[in-house]
């Protein structure tokens, strides 16, 4: 396995490697990124989901109730915490007595907002879909405008992530018509909760094209090789789509021995051209 590498286009594409690679009990090393479902973008939906399936998901809510910033900082939430636990009340349970909370004063109107949002999404979750409740949730707290507003590469990555995971969860609601949103977070730990890389163990490296510039591997697997993905749909100028051909010819390259060029008839159930560079490198 050691042999082996696994190359895509962007960093979001890993998600489905990654799943099949636990699946199917292969061990896998990504290189040059943070694995899908440690991602700050993910971890975030994760944790307002599992504080959707169970309230008393007190590090869940923690982590997710100023996010995105809305003024609730470390020394409120200590009095929140402080209130509950005298009241012997969950976190979200003070959330529903934030009246009788003297020590927040000011800050009493933050909290009565993100209670009023995280309820009005209780209220929605059992009318939803896995796939729309993260859409609703990343559209309602205004964690997707405010990564749309920064428009920065890293933005635009963090967005194609959120995209990925929305697919996940849709691949999920496919096949399991009656899935619950806990099913869906049960199938998600499998996958989050490997056990991490070890030096020496036998693995499969997964990288990105832009990554494995300089490395070689007997077998190569270059996935996803379809119009725009490679070339990318930002790639307007030709300028641009010659970068992408000569990013292509890279995956080409890195194969010692056996190169395998895979690439999907559609995405979203959306059919999906080929990419053209497989035509021009006669494969």
């Known amino acids: 396995r050691n042999q082996m590498a696994v190359l895509y286009r962007t960093n979001a594409q890993s998600r489905a490697v990654e799943d099949q690679m636990v699946k199917r009990g292969i061990p896998y090393r990504l290189f040059g990124g943070v694995r899908f479902y440690e991602r700050k973008e993910i971890r975030d939906i994760l944790s307002y989901l599992k504080v959707l399936a169970n309230p008393a998901d007190t590090i869940a809510l923690r982590r997710i109730i100023n996010v995105p910033k809305r003024g609730i900082g470390e020394t409120s939430l200590d009095k929140l915490a402080a209130f509950a636990e005298e009241n012997g009340l969950s976190l979200y349970g003070a959330l529903s007595r934030l009246d009788e909370i003297t020590t927040l004063k000011t800050r009493v109107a933050k909290f009565k907002d993100f209670y009023g949002l995280f309820e009005q999404l209780r209220e929605d979750a059992d009318g939803l879909s896995v796939s729309e409740l993260i859409d609703a949730i990343v559209k309602r707290t205004g964690y997707l405008q405010l990564l749309m507003a920064e428009g920065t590469d890293d933005a635009l990555n963090r967005i194609q992530n959120i995209d990925e995971f929305v697919n996940k969860a849709a691949e ?26 070890e030096e020496g163990e036998e693995t499969v490296a997964l990288m990105t094209l ?7 591997y007997p077998v190569v ?6 119009e725009g993905i490679v070339p990318h749909h930002k790639a307007g100028l030709p300028a641009d789509i010659e970068e992408e051909r000569r990013l292509f010819y890279v995956a080409l390259t890195r194969a010692k021995d056996r190169l395998h060029v895979a690439a999907v008839r559609e995405r979203y159930h959306r059919k999906t051209d080929v990419s053209r560079f497989i035509g021009e490198a006669g494969l």
């Open 210 to 216: 832009h990554s494995a510039k300089g490395l070689e």
């Open 221 to 226: 697997f270059a996935v996803d090789v379809n």
């Open 172 to 197: 999920y609601d496919k096949a399991n018509p009656e899935g619950k949103l806990e099913g869906f977070l049960e199938e998600v730990a499998l996958v989050a909760d490997i056990d991490s890389y």
